[in-house]
């Protein structure tokens, strides 16, 4: 299994690590600040450094199929993995910027969610932009919500996760916004994303520690998707990450 250090300290832009397996997955560390594609949210690239100072360029992270617990360190097309077989030290090195825009619009989805009180049944979150799909019929303003966001990024709301057992979620099924994305189960405990006084909800992502560094987050579009969809799309009223 991969220690996954993100889930405590998404801060972390890097950490020394050992190759655990490379397979056609592959990179497998013991440990890794490289979150991997799940919940919505893509994963994070960056590079692995070993000891003599080779670079192997990670494209992507992925939770490994065949490997239950493991994550592998996607390399990018055409990469040399000769210097990275099983044993080699390494430090495992995120884009630090690709991971802030991840940061930024995770929590801003949070953050609509208390907007819009509505199941959510789908969401997309890139460096680029953000989307999720909220289960309902009624219409909603473009205008209004960004000056939600803004409202609440200014408000300064400390973000924070904890832990809570499957038992404590299941007597508060109310937690649970999404139709299409359910907590993980057998592992005796659920992660929880708290912005105070603001949103609680299972989530594993990663955010900022406070609402102000969410910074300028703007809707940029709002479409029907079918009769009981509506899609928001959030964007950096800044340029955003590639």
């Given at each position: 299994?991969t220690?996954e250090?993100?889930?405590?300290?998404?801060?972390?832009?890097?950490c020394s690590?050992?190759?655990?397996?490379?397979?056609?997955a592959?990179?497998?560390?013991d440990?890794t600040?490289?979150?991997p594609l799940g919940?919505?949210?893509?994963?994070d690239?960056g590079?692995l450094?070993n000891e003599?100072?080779?670079?192997?360029?990670?494209?992507?992270t992925?939770?490994h199929?065949e490997?239950?617990g493991?994550i592998?360190?996607v390399?990018?097309?055409?990469a040399?993995?000769s210097?990275?077989?099983?044993?080699?030290?390494v430090?495992a090195?995120i884009?630090?910027?690709?991971?802030?825009?991840h940061?930024r619009?995770?929590?801003?989805?949070?953050?609509l969610?208390?907007?819009?009180p509505?199941?959510?049944?789908?969401?997309s979150i890139?460096?680029?932009?953000?989307?999720l799909?909220?289960h309902?019929?009624?219409p909603?303003?473009k205008d209004?919500?960004?000056a939600?966001?803004a409202?609440?990024?200014?408000?300064?709301?400390p973000v924070?996760?904890?832990?809570?057992?499957?038992?404590?979620?299941?007597a508060?099924p109310?937690?649970?916004?999404?139709m299409?994305?359910?907590p993980?189960r057998?592992l005796g405990?659920?992660?929880?994303?708290?912005?105070e006084g603001?949103d609680?909800q299972?989530?594993?992502?990663?955010h900022?520690a406070?609402?102000?560094?969410?910074g300028d987050?703007v809707?940029?579009?709002?479409?029907?998707?079918s009769?009981?969809?509506r899609?928001?799309?959030?964007?950096f009223?800044?340029?955003?990450?590639?």
């Amino acid at each position: 299994m991969t220690d996954e250090l993100f889930r405590e300290d998404a801060s972390l832009l890097e950490c020394s690590a050992t190759v655990l397996a490379v397979d056609d997955a592959g990179v497998v560390l013991d440990r890794t600040v490289f979150y991997p594609l799940g919940g919505g949210q893509a994963g994070d690239a960056g590079a692995l450094v070993n000891e003599a100072g080779v670079v192997l360029a990670i494209a992507d992270t992925r939770k490994h199929k065949e490997r239950p617990g493991a994550i592998a360190h996607v390399p990018a097309p055409g990469a040399e993995l000769s210097a990275f077989v099983p044993g080699t030290r390494v430090v495992a090195r995120i884009d630090a910027e690709r991971r802030s825009a991840h940061q930024r619009f995770h929590t801003a989805t949070h953050l609509l969610c208390a907007l819009i009180p509505h199941p959510v049944d789908g969401c997309s979150i890139t460096a680029a932009h953000a989307r999720l799909d909220f289960h309902m019929n009624e219409p909603l303003d473009k205008d209004a919500l960004t000056a939600g966001l803004a409202r609440l990024v200014a408000e300064a709301h400390p973000v924070r996760h904890r832990w809570i057992s499957e038992e404590e979620l299941d007597a508060n099924p109310g937690l649970v916004r999404s139709m299409s994305v359910q907590p993980p189960r057998g592992l005796g405990r659920v992660r929880v994303l708290e912005i105070e006084g603001v949103d609680l909800q299972p989530c594993g992502g990663t955010h900022v520690a406070n609402t102000a560094d969410v910074g300028d987050v703007v809707v940029t579009k709002i479409e029907k998707k079918s009769a009981m969809t509506r899609r928001v799309v959030l964007g950096f009223a800044e340029p955003a990450a590639g």
